[in-house]
């Protein structure tokens, strides 16, 4: 039997007639669902919905016990006492009527949700007989404090929007899920600390202005809607930080929103977010936020390298001679790289100290003041923060950092004006600046100095006039950087502990004499200390048919990784110990400077391998001539056979044809053999 099928014009005519009272007939022509009653016992109707019918008086309900869900909403009721008489009541709407006072029929046994908005109703009452209640609407009423709701031990969802209420109270151990509070008059935010399962929460359209007084930490709140309040400040968001489920925020129409890189900031201090101001939040917001706010170490090389090179490319061309890669090997530099009190620097002048034959140490520019222990400008090239911006500008830097308000910097004028005394450059530099240096055509060796006693470290700074804080931030660095070399394996071809300072020294020049394929006797380093160059030069005779035996006993972290930044190929690493085998392993040799009977032997190296290549010249001349009859001939046959199966025409098929052009090429090459 269909009941809901009947004309609504009928049923207006008959609402008329009974002056607002409900008919059985309406009853009857709106009864819907079929099935079981909540005995079990019979079968009966469950559903009655009645909206829009102007009914002020429903007391013929009372004989419909049966029903379950009931729709009485869009009508003129302001008596529900009638409701009494249905004990198996489970979901009620009585929206949109004239309704003052809150369920003023007593409870059925399983009530669960009840939609009571658009009413009248001032005061929310004592609801605490509504055990099994879950969801109530109370939204767009006259309401003006939250109370009596102590006892609803199930309710999951209230809704309380557009009331009058000015404080959130009276929600202590509710198990709500969902809170709806937009459109009232709230000033500031408080009584959520009980809430603990709470997941969707509005309190839109208030007047907010701080979001003080949110749970510290929250483990299910995922969306969160403040928009039309008062929020001011991107501090706001810290006391966001600890929901971790946060999904979903909506500030728009608050002044926060007007903050310069607002949109940026919210997504870098809440990086689970989805959606943002109604927004979807994508990876490229994400990224641009964490490269804005906390950007990592390889971004602000990559920054720094395109600054530095963008600004020495629109300079004049100059071509730095001295330090320009070529085939055989690059450029030979030692970078020195460790936070403070690590000994990097110290250990970086005196290596230039201790091999002047070999190494000279590159000053860094900088912008901070001098300092006590700074002698002489041993360490660094003391300029103002304004002849510093010039000479980025300028092209003059090859990398930068900041550290501490201050900046440093390696001139191309420091390596070249090394380059050209024919020696290679060793420097110190922090490892944002590693990071950049590494990205020029530059193969650095890149050593790692490491203070793990914080102890020891922290006497250092001190001694060197560090404040608490610099000290902190110094052992701070320590760990990240042993952190970046766990994380990124071969980026430093060898670690170096320096908590003895002089035993760290040692190994670090023992690393050195191997890399260089300098024996480490006491004999031969004092034959090193020698003055004399043709002593010099006998010893290197002599390690030379050790050369490639010490190739095998160097250590591992010390050769080229291709892991590493600014990669360095095993030929190239091959071409420095090359290097070392033709010219007796004098680095300046390559730079203009190595004494006459080296450079002697040089000319005599370069006139055999031009020797070579024009054997070989010829060698690649004949294989041509080779390989062209052979490929001619092939052609011949292939021809021949497609004429025989009938696929080439006899036009095109001119034996005579290609008799000539057989007979120009044979005179061509014949030409090319007595020219070779």
């Known amino acids: 039997m269909s009941k809901n099928n009947s004309p609504r014009n009928s049923q207006s005519k008959q609402l008329d007639q009974n002056n607002g009272c409900l008919s059985e007939k309406q009853i ?43 729709d009485l909403s869009f009508n003129d009721l302001n008596d529900l006492s009638v409701l009494s008489e249905l004990p198996f009541l489970l979901n009620l709407n009585v929206s949109n009527n004239k309704i003052e006072k809150l369920f003023d029929f007593l409870p ?47 309710l999951k969802h209230l809704n309380l929007a557009h009331n009058l209420i000015k404080r959130i109270e009276g929600l202590d151990n509710l198990p709500l899920i969902s809170l709806d509070l937009n459109s009232n008059q709230i000033k500031r935010i408080e009584g959520l600390n009980p809430l603990k399962y709470l997941r969707f929460l509005n309190l839109a359209d ?63 201090k809440l990086p689970k977010l989805i959606v943002l101001d109604r927004q979807k939040i994508d990876s490229k917001d994400k990224v641009g936020s964490t490269n804005l706010f906390h950007p990592s170490a390889e971004y602000i090389a990559s920054r720094d390298h395109m600054t530095n090179l963008i600004f020495n490319i629109i300079q004049d061309h100059k071509v730095r001679e001295s330090t320009l890669p070529n085939i ?34 590159v000053v860094t520019y900088t912008t901070r003041q001098p300092k006590t222990n700074d002698n002489d400008k041993a360490n660094y090239n003391y300029i103002t923060m304004q002849d510093f911006e010039n000479d980025v500008t300028q092209g003059k830097f090859i990398c930068c950092n900041e550290y501490f308000g201050d900046w440093y910097g390696t001139q191309w004028d420091s390596i070249e004006s090394v380059a050209k005394q024919g020696l290679a450059c060793v420097i110190n530099m922090e490892l944002e600046s590693l990071l950049s240096f590494k990205q020029t055509y530059f193969e650095p060796r890149c050593v790692l100095i490491l203070t793990l006693d914080k102890k020891i470290q922290k006497k250092r700074l001190l001694d060197s006039n560090k404040s608490e804080s610099e000290c902190e931030v110094a052992m701070n660095r320590t760990e990240m950087y042993a952190e970046y070399n766990r994380q990124h394996p ?7 502990e320096s ?39 006998q010893l290197s005779m002599i390690q030379s048919s050790r050369h490639k035996e010490q190739l095998n006993e160097r250590s591992d972290s010390f050769l080229p990784s291709n892991t590493a930044t600014g990669n360095r190929s095993q030929m190239s690493h091959l071409s420095i110990t090359s290097l070392s085998q033709i010219y007796n392993q004098n680095l300046r040799l390559k730079f203009g400077s190595a004494p006459a009977q080296l450079l002697t032997k040089g000319e005599q190296a ?44 006899s036009a095109s098929w001119n034996k005579s044809k290609l008799n000539s052009r057989n007979e120009n090429f044979e005179n061509k090459t014949k030409g090319k053999n007595d020219s070779s």
């Open 328 to 361: 055989d090997s690059p450029y030979p530099i030692l970078l020195l790289s460790g936070p403070e009190g690590s000994y990097s620097s110290e250990m970086a002048i005196r290596l230039a100290k201790d091999f002047p034959e070999y190494f000279d140490y």
């Open 490 to 496: 071969g980026f430093f071809d060898a670690v170096i």
């Open 108 to 154: 059925s046994n399983n009530l669960k949700e009840a939609d009571f908005s658009f009413n009248k109703i001032k005061e929310i009452g004592n609801v605490s007989n509504f055990h099994y209640l879950q969801t109530l609407k109370l939204n767009n009423n006259s309401i003006e404090r939250i109370e009596g709701l102590e006892y609803c031990q199930r």
């Open 499 to 537: 908590d003895d300072a002089e035993k760290g020294y040692e190994n670090l020049k023992k690393l050195v004499l191997n890399y260089l394929g300098v024996a480490n006797n006491q004999e031969q380093k004092d034959s090193y200390d020698d003055n004399s160059l043709s002593n010099h030069r």
């Open 28 to 70: 009857t022509q709106n009864l819907s669902n079929l099935g079981r009653t909540a005995i079990g016992t019979k079968f009966a109707y469950l559903n009655l919905s009645l909206p829009g019918l102007s009914l002020n008086d429903i007391n013929l309900l009372a004989k419909f016990r049966e029903l379950q869900t009931l």
């Open 606 to 649: 370069e006139k055999s391998l031009e020797k070579r290549a024009s054997q070989i010249k010829k060698q690649f001349d004949l294989n041509n001539v080779v390989s062209a009859k052979s490929q001619l001939s092939q052609h011949q046959h292939l021809m021949s056979k497609q004429a025989m199966q009938g696929t080439v025409s």
């Open 206 to 268: 208030n007047m907010i202005k701080s979001l003080s007084g949110m749970p510290d930490k929250h483990e299910f709140i995922e969306q969160l809607d403040m928009e039309g309040n008062r929020i001011n400040s991107l501090s706001e968001i810290e006391y966001l930080t600890g929901f971790n489920l946060l999904r979903d925020l909506n500030l728009l129409s608050n002044p926060i929103r007007e903050v310069e890189d607002y949109y940026s900031a919210v997504v870098f």
